[in-house]
């Protein structure tokens, strides 16, 4: 991804989400888990300096620009201090997420000195981050029984039971308004050649070809919008249920993510869809 520096107003303009103005309720114990992931990478870099007023910022600007709304008084210190009297909505947490991971993509801009492809690790490398304490909460109050390794059919299953509960805990939460889908089950066209591949046939590709796919689907990712905004002004998004899945993966010795080439724009938001490569950890 790379940022063409596209403002946010244009970028609202230009794709707008109306299936997205009627908030919902956002989990407690999501919220809890997330905003401890976050805040804890945020202040390792850009939350220094009064970087919290610029956060406050972003929100407020996010709030009116995308929902037409004035921002919830205290929201962000109240996010920053887990206090919360009534449930998160949507359309706010979109904004937090939106805030925080834009002053930290233009942290790593201005800090690292770096552009192009070096700036794309760092910013990636923050969502990684992210992720890997939120998978490490959500592992434990879970209580997911991970594989050691993915060499047969029984440890597959047991890999899909874990995905499976991942992705009930963010419908019930409410991440993702609809549903949730992880399937090894692939025949798409992808960058000029045809993928098949059946469930059956992952642990063979896997270990056979040294790579196997899947397809990831998302119904009404609560950060669908500003993912798109992200995308559109600064060139990365956040990834959050992405991150927690791929570390998953990494946890069992298997690196795995979304293809380089995904692009949140043009999908429709109840079918949110990425394709994933799966593959030994070096």
């Known amino acids: 991804m790379s940022a063409n520096n596209t403002p946010l107003t244009t970028a609202v303009a230009e794709h707008?989400?109306?299936?997205?103005?009627?908030?919902w309720a956002m989990g407690d114990t999501f919220i809890r888990f997330i905003s401890r992931a976050i805040l804890l990478h945020w202040a390792a870099g850009p939350?220094?300096?009064g970087a919290l007023e610029g956060v406050k910022h972003f929100v407020d600007e996010y709030v009116e620009v995308v929902y037409a709304r004035r921002a919830r008084q205290n929201l962000v210190e109240d996010f920053v201090g887990g206090i919360w009297s009534e449930p998160i909505q949507s359309g706010e947490f979109d904004a937090l997420s939106y805030a925080f991971f834009r002053s930290a993509f233009e942290w790593l801009a201005n800090q690292r000195g770096t552009d192009g492809t070096a700036l794309a690790v760092e910013r990636r490398g923050f969502?990684?981050?992210?992720?890997?304490?939120?998978?490490?909460?959500?592992?434990?109050?879970?209580?997911?029984k991970l594989p050691a390794s993915l060499d047969d059919a029984q440890a597959f299953q047991q890999l899909q039971q874990c995905i499976r509960r991942v992705g009930e805990f963010m419908v019930a939460q409410r991440y993702l308004r609809d549903h949730f889908g992880f399937s090894f089950s692939v025949n798409v066209e992808h960058a000029t050649r045809q993928i098949r591949q059946s469930e059956e046939g992952f642990i063979e590709a896997?270990?056979?070809?040294g790579v196997a796919f899947a397809l990831y689907e998302m119904g009404?990712?609560?950060?669908?919008?500003?993912?798109?905004?992200?995308?559109?002004t600064i060139g990365e998004a956040q990834h959050h249920s992405s991150r927690t899945i791929e570390e998953l993966f990494g946890r069992v010795g298997y690196t795995a993510r979304e293809t380089d080439d995904f692009d949140p724009t043009a999908l429709p938001s109840d079918s949110v869809v990425e394709l994933w490569e799966i593959q030994r950890a070096p």
Do not use: M
């Open 220 to 232: 009404y990712p609560v950060i669908l919008p500003s993912a798109v905004y992200l995308y559109n």
């Open 127 to 144: 969502t990684k981050r992210v992720g890997q304490t939120f998978y490490d909460l959500l592992h434990h109050h879970l209580d997911l």
């Open 206 to 209: 896997l270990h056979g070809n």
């Open 16 to 23: 707008p989400f109306p299936e997205y103005q009627a908030w």
């Open 47 to 49: 939350g220094t300096d």
